[in-house]
């Protein structure tokens, strides 16, 4: 196949859902199949590079911030890519589109299906789909676009939905979607070879993400000055709007020499990777989330998981020994008391996620769009 990729976030702008479309899109070009991304351009960023046999261009956009992109900024995305794709389909042909987040990215991929009869396969996030993401402004947003998320969904070759969380939620939206449940991969063997000794493993605590109040890194910091830390290190990657708020909680809680903020680290760079190998514990307090890449990670990596109790962890993890309330602090810290205290159990752990493996999702993944363009 000759895979056209629409997604306006793409590594190393943006954040769980861009380094998921980046390995999906290598991942088929791994299997033979001709892949071309068109994404966002941003300073510094080359307009075309190759990448794991990806044909990766970038249009000029406006967007101010690497990690995050407003609504009015992802419009200039949708500009952008119709002036590319009149110049770009004179030379080039493709059997379908997969693309990414139905609003806004379907939209673009609804343009081009109509102007050049490309079929169009979408991926959904999270925020793209209504109910998903509670600020007010994506409420009123997604109300304003109810007809237009409709008309693209009625157009797809089939949605993706990478958790049965949003799978829900889609079906609550719009009941006579194609929709498919496929969840996202990972290439366990890469993060398990970060974990192939017990000792390399220290006494630090990771969390990870960008900065905004969902993701509830709040409850965490007020949970850590609960307990008696020793000589353990939290270290916090990720950056965004709410760090602000986040570090002026570390000092108001004495925990300025404990809490390390490292601000924005790409996936799967070896800055990366070396604080997932030295992490032994993970923490998640998030309110929402659609697939989150960095539950799995971090268990391959050979982390304890802590998380907060919604369904889009539940789907990774059963066990109750590792869910705390989301908002429960005390809770959260009793639980990370007994991890600090006695590490045989977190040196023993052990969860099984063979089956998110990328060698058995991405064949979904090409069933799918094979099927789309009727090969």
Known sequence: MNILVLNYEFPPLGGGASPVSR??????????HKVTVVTMGYKGLPKYEELGGVKVYRVKCWRSHKSACMPWEQYTYLLAVRQFMRKHMLTHQYDVCHTHFIIPTGEAAYWVYRHFHIPYVITAHGSDVEGYNQKKYMKVMHVLLRPFWKKIVRNAKGVIAP????LGLMKREMRTGDYTLIPNGLDIDRYGKLYLENDVKEKRILLMGRMQKSKNMQTVISALAKVNLGDWKVDILGDGPYREELEKLVKDCQLPDTVIFHG????????????LKKASIYITASHFENCPMAVLETIAAGCYPLLSDIPSHRQFVKDDRYFFEMDDAKGLAQKIEKLVSDEWIWKKDCIDISDYDWSFIIRRYEEMLLKACGK
């Open 163 to 166: 958790s049965e969380y949003l």
């Open 264 to 275: 924005w680290i790409d996936n799967a760079t070896r800055e990366q990777l070396f604080f």
């Open 23 to 32: 390995d999906i899109s290598i991942q088929l070009a791994g299997l033979g």
